[in-house]
C-alpha cells in the first residue's frame, strides 16, 4: 500500500523552507521590477509571458497574471510530483506575487547587456534558492521538476528549451535586440539554477582498474568512507580476467581518491566522469522534492 508523503517533515526543516522561498521571492522581485520591466526584457516561462503582457496592457499586473497562469501548473503539481512539492510552491508563487507587488529597487545600469547579465543572475539565485527548499516558485519551474523527476532532463535545459516561447513573443511585441537580451537573461538564469541546484552537490562516478584492487577497495572503505562495487570484466586485447572497482564520491573526495589509488598503484587505469543524480540515503543528491 501507498503511504500519503509527509508534506511537514520537522518544524526545522519547514522554517528553512519558508526561508528559502520568502528569500527567492525577495531577489526575484528585485529583478523583475529592478532590472527587467525598465529595461522591457523578459524572463523566462510564465514569468516572461506575464511581463510581455503586462508590457502591452500596464494595466494587467504582473502578479496577478502569474497567479492566473500557474493555476494548471498546480493541478499537474499535485497529480506528478507530490503533496509536499505542491504545497510549498503554492507557498513560493504566493510570496513571488506579493514580493512583485510591494519590493520595488532601481537596479538598472547604462549598459543593456550588463542589465541582461545582472537580471540572469538575480533570476538564477531566486530560482536557485527556491528549488532548494521543498517548493518552487511555480510556472516553468514544477514542469522543470517533474522532467528531472521522471527523465532526470536537467532543469536549467527545461527551462532554456520552453523559453523559445517567451523569445518569440518578444520578438514579436518588443524588438529583435529585446528578444536577444532575453535570451541573454534567459541563458544565465539557466545555468546559474544548475550550478546551485545540482552543481555543488554533484557526485563522481569513478572506475578502477588495477591488479591490486583489493588494497584499493579495503583503503576506500576505510579511509573515504564510501561503498564500492566489485565488476568482473576481461581484457578486450589479452582475453586476462580483470576486477573493476566501482564507486561515487562526493567532489571534495576525488584529491583523496587519486592520492590513495597513486600511493598503492601508479599505474592503476582510472576513469572519473560526472553524474546528474545519484539516489542513495547516504551518497544521493537527488533534490528532496
Known sequence: MHNPQIIFSSPRQVVKDILLIAAGSVVSAIAINGILIPSKFAA????????????????????????????????????????????????GAGSLALAISLIHV????????????????????????????????????????????????SLGNTILFVNALVLTLAALFFSIESSLYTLIVIYVSSK???????????????????PRWKEISDEILRDIRRGVTILEGKGGFMGK????????????????????????????????SDTLEVMNYRIGNQPHW
Open 192 to 210: 546559474v539554477v544548475n550550478i546551485l541546484v545540482t552543481g555543488l552537490s554533484q557526485r563522481k562516478a569513478v572506475f578502477i582498474i588495477s
Open 106 to 153: 532601481p537596479l538598472t545600469l547604462q549598459d543593456p547587456i550588463l542589465n541582461a547579465l545582472l537580471g540572469g543572475i538575480l533570476l538564477g539565485v531566486s530560482v536557485g534558492a527556491t528549488l532548494r527548499s521543498s517548493g518552487s516558485q511555480g510556472g516553468m519551474d514544477i514542469l522543470a521538476v517533474m522532467l528531472l523527476k521522471r527523465f532526470s532532463i
Open 44 to 91: 523566462g516561462g510564465i514569468t516572461g509571458i506575464a511581463l510581455v503582457i503586462h508590457s502591452l496592457y500596464p494595466v494587467m499586473r504582473v502578479e496577478w497574471l502569474y497567479i492566473i497562469m500557474n493555476i494548471p501548473m498546480f493541478a499537474a503539481a499535485w497529480m506528478a510530483v507530490g503533496r509536499r512539492f505542491f504545497f510549498f510552491s503554492l507557498v
Open 241 to 272: 580476467p580483470e576486477s573493476i572497482i566501482y564507486t561515487v564520491v562526493t567532489f571534495p573526495e576525488i584529491g583523496d581518491l587519486k592520492s590513495l589509488i597513486r600511493r598503492i598503484d601508479p599505474d592503476a587505469f582510472v576513469v572519473i
